[in-house]
C-alpha cells in the first residue's frame, strides 16, 4: 500500500501467519518490529495503552509520519513486535492506505515494501521491482509525498527518538514541552531486540535456559527437559513437547514460534532443548532468534 513515507507491505496485524509471510516476502534474516497503521486515534486505543502525551502527540501529528511506541494490548501477536512489550502505532497520511484500513476493518503490519538489504520503495514500480511476484497486489497511489520513512519515537521511560524520519525532533519537543534526545545505534540495536542477552520477550521473564540439540546428541527424555522440534515427528516419551511445523513449512514455523516457546517455557522445569530449521527464507530468520534465545547470538 502506498503511504505519504514509502510503500508498505501491509498485511492483518492480528494474525501471525499473515505477519509471517510479510517477513517471508522481504526475505528478512531477523523479524525486526513491524509498524501497525490504524486509521484513527480510536481504532490506536484499542490496540495499545495511551497516556496524556501520546494522546497530544497523536492530535498533533496524525495522520502522518510519526510511529509511537505504546504498550500494546492483547491481540497483536509476538511476532509483530519481535517479542517486546511496545508496539509501534501510526496513522498514514494518504487516502488510499486510509481507505484500505477503514474497508477492510483492520490494524495492518506494514515494514518498507523492499526486500531485505534494499532501498525503501516510494513509487510502485519500485515496489514492483523488489518484490514483484512475492506480493498479491500493488496498490498504486502514486509517488511518495514524503520519500523517507515515519519518525519513530518510544514514551517511556523518557521520549526518545530511536529512528529520525518525517517528523523533526525539534516539532516533537514543541509538542511536549521538553527536549527529546536521538538515540545512538548501540541503543537503537538493544530496543530492537528486547531485553536481555539473547532471550526473545521482555514481558515474559523466561525462566528456562534453552539450549540446540548437539549433533550427535538424541533428543532427551528428562519429562522436565521441554523439547521443540522442527516438525512433527515421533520421539520415545519425555518432556513437553511442541513442533513448529507439522511437515517442514517455514511459515507456519515463524507464526508460532513465541507461542510455543512461551509455552514450553511455561510447561518445562529444567529447560528446553531445540534444533534450528533449515537457514533458507524465513529460516534464516528463525535461527536467528533460536540462537540468540540460546545465548549463541
Ligand atoms: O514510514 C514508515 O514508517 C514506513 C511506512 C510503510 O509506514 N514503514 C517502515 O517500516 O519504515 P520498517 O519496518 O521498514 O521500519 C520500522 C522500524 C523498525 O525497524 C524499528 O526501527 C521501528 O520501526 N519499530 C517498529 N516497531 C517497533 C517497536 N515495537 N519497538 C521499537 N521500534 C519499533
Ligand atoms: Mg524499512
Redesign the pocket.
Known sequence: MP?E????LAGDARDSTTVARIFAAKRRPAF????V?VADLSMAEELADWDAAARNLAKAFWPG?L?L?LPRKAGIPDLV??G?P???L?C?DHPLALELIRSSGLPLA?????CFGGL?PTTAAAVAEQLGPAVDMILDGGPCR?G???T?L?LQPEPLI??P??VPPAALAEVLGRPVAIADSTV?AA??QGASPGMLASHYAPRQPLRLLAEDENWPTDPAVGRLLWRRASLPDGGPTRWLSEDGDLVQAAAGLFEHLRALDAAASAGIVTELVPSEGLGIAINDRLRRAAGLG
Open positions: 503511504t513515507t514509502v510503500y508498505g525486526d518490529p513491524l509498524i497503521h509520519p510511529t511506541i513486535t519481535n517486546m511496545g508496539v509501534g501510526r498514514p506494514a515494514p518498507s515494501a523492499n525503501s514524503v523517507l520513512e515515519s519513530v518510544a530511536l529512528r524520519g518525517g537503537r530496543s530492537l
